[in-house]
């Protein structure tokens, strides 16, 4: 089981820190809805076919947009994708691309839990 947590919430909170309106924040979420379930088909299509390079690029860029959010052990599985693929060996790859999805709903649940539409649009 992986010890790092799901969300660390500071970097949106430092947007909103800095001026972001909720609803940008709300923007961002609802990006990383739309963004994600494709990414991570595109992904999983990248190592059934063993295409070690699409997989490091696909995971790379996963990783970058999970961690701008604070999705940390997301990010870390995409890290560890990427870094699979980069040397070439994808024997943990098929574990991995399994939990992503079950990644995908947890982070998007802690990124509502700690961003609850609500309290992000205007009422």
Request: net charge negative; hydrophobic share 50%; aromatic share 4%.
């Amino acid at each position: 089981m992986n010890d790092l947590p799901v969300l660390d919430p500071q970097p949106l909170l430092d947007l909103l820190d800095l001026g972001a309106s909720p609803a940008l924040v709300h923007e961002l979420i609802t990006l990383f809805q739309e963004d994600v379930p494709p990414r991570l088909a595109l992904l999983r299509t990248a190592l059934c076919a063993g295409d070690t390079h699409q997989a490091m690029m696909e995971a790379h860029q996963l990783k970058g947009a999970l961690s701008n959010l604070g999705l940390v052990r997301f990010a870390d599985m995409a890290s560890r994708l990427e870094v699979e693929a980069r040397a070439g060996h994808l024997e943990e790859a098929p574990q991995l691309a399994e939990a992503l999805p079950g990644a995908y709903d947890e982070a998007l649940a802690a990124l509502h839990a700690a961003f609850p539409p609500s309290d992000l649009l205007p009422g």
